[in-house]
């Protein structure tokens, strides 16, 4: 028996790898934030649900203020202060009172109305009327004719009475007693008017039509006196003087609505006084307007406007004269301007030149406002004409620029599709050379197992047998089996490290010795070419006792296995998110985890992001020069928070999908409910270091 050498590389330490120390000591800080974190979320929700908080803390009382009773006799004055001003002003008197506004309003709005039942009275030159210091007051006619002063009316009446009492008296006749009253009542009328005229001083007749007060109640009293229509004209001539006037009073007034608009039209005699060459002035004031129209009837016209008859024209029936001009004026028979009117006709002139002047001058406004806009439609028009112009160059070079753009498209995406045909066929031939268990170029790990063997010749009562494995000029040996005698166990891996991976033909030499004293016994051995022993997995193999393979002394059961182990960079480029769910009710901080083989790298958070977050950052790891079918990369979006970070969403990725892509590619990650959680644009890409 020989001593055993350890010629098995030394170990690998997994503290000199990973970090323990450092990912420990980040672990008890952050379990210390966590723990700081419950603690203070656990005082929180005491305070708010025990309303311990300062204005809601029964138990807090504040300390004992040193000017209190100060403060309270400051507050104390200006409660007293605003309770004598408040009360200065309940028991302080109205000024304005509005029984004063009801009394006042109802005053001027009969002012409104005797304004409106007695108008501005015009002359037929078109000049006002002008009043007299002291005007005779004339009581306007009744429904039945009765006229004169309320004096006359009065010593009319008596001369009535008088008269049907001496009738009475002296038993004569009805007739006769009737005449006596008459003229007993038109003697009254006559001295009631005298005084009025001396009063007046003998002032001549200037031609003006007066004022009437209308008194209604005089009807009746005219009606028991049995006076006739004859005396409806009473003073409606001239009062004496020195000339006759060219009017007479006002014989009839009535309002109207003449032509959509309400009139008081009024009658008085003209041109000689109740003759029959005298005719009739019509006057229509406008209320709403405050304007008088003027309208001369002569006898002639009077006589068609009655159809002849005669009977209407007399003195006696102006009301009922009155009421024939109202209606014909009321139906549009009779209007206004067909009478003679000397001012209507000067404003009738004047409103014809005016709108002369405003339809020239709107036809000169207009003839401008017309040259402006063909001015600004020909400026337009070449606006347009020079915009078109601009347009149609802007849309050729847009069209000379969108053919660029797409035929450098047409190029990039023909430089891609190349780009990603190439990365396909490296990946079907990647694909291809692990189903079929073939050797990559570059640096490997050659791993044969030692199983047991079998049926072994006995070259001594008890050996000690163990196997010698000798490829590419490099040797290793297993463990001796103690006493194994014929049927020895080893289970043992022996790992070569080889800078290329087997060639077509090469062997290793698998060779069993018998372990002892001084030089080793040799037992069998067997060469098996390293493709086909990676191949063929676990299997028995004959060994024999010479080179000739003649001669068999067992069986050995072996495996071996071909890892490759040159290095190579994985670059992935983390370039933004999009659709990101909300998970922290607003602004949050995301960032990209992203996880291969066991080592994690993650990207800088982007702060105070809601849906979309940009990075481009790249992350790399070291891998074997080709990746491996089976490797998945684990993608992870997270919310950077206080604590514990937030998982927003993950995605399991194969290694090659990731690397088929020429150009950047969306991947969907999902929460743990496969809610759709957001989207991230990955582009990655390997670069062998080692070379074939």
Not at 164 to 175: E, F
Not at 267 to 273: H, I, K, P
Not at 655 to 663: E, F, H, K, P, S
Request: charged fraction near 35%; glycine fraction near 8%.
């Amino acid at each position: 028996m020989r001593a055993d050498v350890d010629n098995k590389p030394p170990p690998q330490f997994a503290h000199l790898q990973n970090r323990t120390k450092k990912e420990q000591m980040m672990e008890e800080r952050l379990h210390k934030i966590e723990q700081d974190n419950r603690l203070l979320l656990k005082k929180m929700t005491y305070i708010m649900s025990h309303n311990t908080i300062d204005n809601n803390n029964k138990q807090w009382k504040p300390k004992r203020s040193l000017n209190a009773s100060r403060r309270r006799k400051e507050m104390d004055r200006i409660n007293r202060d605003n309770q004598q001003i408040l009360q200065r002003i309940q028991s302080a008197k109205a000024f304005y009172n509005h029984r004063d506004w009801d009394r006042h309003a109802k005053v001027h709005t009969d002012y409104l109305k005797n304004i409106c039942d007695n108008p501005v009275l015009i002359k037929e030159d078109g000049t006002p009327v002008k009043a007299k210091r002291n005007p005779r007051r004339i009581q306007s006619a009744g429904p039945d004719g009765a006229a004169g002063s309320s004096s006359g009316g009065a010593g009319a009446r008596r001369g009535a009475r008088r008269g049907k009492k001496k009738a009475k008296s002296r038993k004569k006749t009805r007739g006769k007693a009737k005449v006596k009253g008459k003229r007993a009542a038109t003697a009254g009328r006559s001295a009631s008017a005298a005084p009025a005229r001396r009063r007046r001083g003998g002032a001549k007749s200037n031609g003006v039509a007066r004022r009437l007060d209308v008194d209604r109640g005089n009807d009746a009293n005219h009606a028991a006196n049995g006076d006739s229509g004859a005396d409806q004209n009473v003073n409606s001539g001239n009062d004496g003087g020195d000339g006759a006037g060219d009017e007479s009073a006002n014989v009839f007034k009535k309002g109207a609505r003449i032509g959509n608009v309400y009139k008081v039209v009024t009658l008085a005699e003209s041109g000689g006084g109740s003759g029959d060459d005298g005719g009739i002035v019509v006057r229509a004031y406008d209320v709403e307007n405050s304007v008088t129209e003027t309208l001369t009837l002569s006898q002639s016209d009077l006589r068609e406007l009655v159809n002849g008859d005669e009977r209407l024209l007399k003195p006696d029936r102006r009301e009922q004269l009155g009421n024939v001009i109202v209606s014909n004026l009321e139906d549009g028979t009779l209007s206004m301007s067909d009478g003679v009117n000397k001012a209507a006709q000067r404003e009738e002139q004047e409103r014809q030149r005016r709108e002369q002047a405003e339809r020239k001058k709107r036809e000169e406004e207009e003839a401008e406002a017309e040259r402006q806009r063909a001015e600004k439609q020909r400026q337009k028009e070449e606006a347009e004409a020079a915009e078109r112009a601009a347009a149609e160059n802007a849309a050729a070079e847009k069209a000379a620029k969108e053919k660029a753009e797409r035929e450098e498209k047409e190029r990039q995406e023909a430089k891609a599709k190349a780009e990603r045909d190439a990365r396909r066929a490296a990946r079907k031939k990647v694909e291809d050379l692990i189903s079929k268990n073939e050797f990559f170029p570059g640096p490997g790990r050659f791993t044969v197992s030692i199983g047991k063997a079998r049926n072994l010749k006995q070259v001594e009562k008890k050996q000690d047998p163990y196997v010698r494995i000798s490829i590419a000029d490099k040797k290793q040996e297993t463990k001796t089996h103690k006493d194994g005698g014929e049927n020895p166990e080893w289970n043992e891996e022996l790992v070569w490290e080889l800078p290329m991976p087997p060639a077509e033909n090469e062997r290793a030499v698998f060779g069993v010795y018998d372990s002892d004293i001084g030089r080793d016994d040799f037992i069998a051995h067997v060469a098996v070419p390293m493709r086909e022993l990676i191949k063929n997995g676990e299997k028995w193999y004959e060994l024999t006792e010479d080179d000739d393979n003649k001669v068999a002394a067992g069986e050995l059961l072996m495996s071996a296995k071909w890892t490759p182990t040159g290095e190579g960079d994985l670059v992935v480029e983390v370039v933004e998110a999009r659709d990101i769910i909300d998970r922290d009710s607003g602004k949050q901080d995301p960032y990209v985890k992203m996880e291969l083989d066991g080592v994690s790298k993650k990207t800088a958070t982007h702060k105070d992001s809601h849906d979309h977050a940009v990075w481009k950052e790249t992350l790399t790891w070291k891998l074997p020069a080709l990746p491996h079918k089976d490797q998945v990369v684990l993608l992870s979006l997270y919310d950077d928070d206080f604590g514990k970070d937030d998982l927003i969403g993950s995605a399991r990725v194969p290694l090659l999908d990731l690397l088929d892509d020429a150009t950047p590619s969306w991947y969907a990650v999902a929460t743990e409910d496969k809610t759709h959680a957001g989207d991230i644009l990955l582009h990655a890409k390997f670069n062998i270091k080692s070379s074939q």
